[in-house]
């Protein structure tokens, strides 16, 4: 598995609830921050407070191996009740990351999915990867996997809004 491949991890899971309300809970981007060891808070940038295409926010990260930094990310895409998707910007200002929530109804609640694709751009893991290439494909899967440890988490939290 190679970083310039942009390696992509996806997590689904059945939600009880209607299109709206999962919308609701998806779009409330201190999600993540409330599930998460890593993303320790968040906050939207400027004047727009919603989830909308260019609405920038930026996050605070805590890692015990690559240490703390700060992301500034933007909503590229939106489709109410549906799908929203957002890029992570790198220290040299390219795409580090993209992300998103997707939506779809099904039998007895919807489907939520949460997905997120490493590169094209430099990331923390680019030090980590010129300095053992010999690595990368473990360094990536690694990172994938906690990527899909926090999606797990997200997605269990917002079943559990619906639950109560």
Do not use: K
Request: with cysteine.
């Amino acid at each position: 598995m190679r970083y310039r491949d942009c390696p992509t991890v996806e997590v689904a899971e059945r939600i009880p609830c209607d299109p709206a309300i999962a919308w609701a809970l998806v779009t409330d981007i201190e999600l993540p921050a409330r599930c998460s060891d890593e993303l320790e808070s968040v906050a939207w940038e400027g004047a727009v407070d919603r989830v909308e295409p260019g609405a920038r926010f930026r996050g605070h990260n805590r890692h015990s191996a690559f240490g703390e930094w700060q992301t500034v990310c933007e909503v590229v895409e939106v489709e109410p009740e549906r799908r929203w998707v957002w890029n992570v910007f790198g220290y040299d200002g390219g795409i580090s990351a993209t992300w998103g929530f997707e939506i779809d109804p099904a039998r007895e609640g919807v489907i939520v999915r949460q997905w997120g694709r490493m590169g094209p751009g430099p990331s923390g893991l680019t030090p980590a990867i010129v300095a053992s290439p010999e690595l990368e494909g473990r360094i990536v899967a690694r990172r994938l996997e906690e990527w899909a440890n926090g999606m797990r988490a997200n997605l269990a939290y917002v079943r559990a809004q619906v639950d109560d």
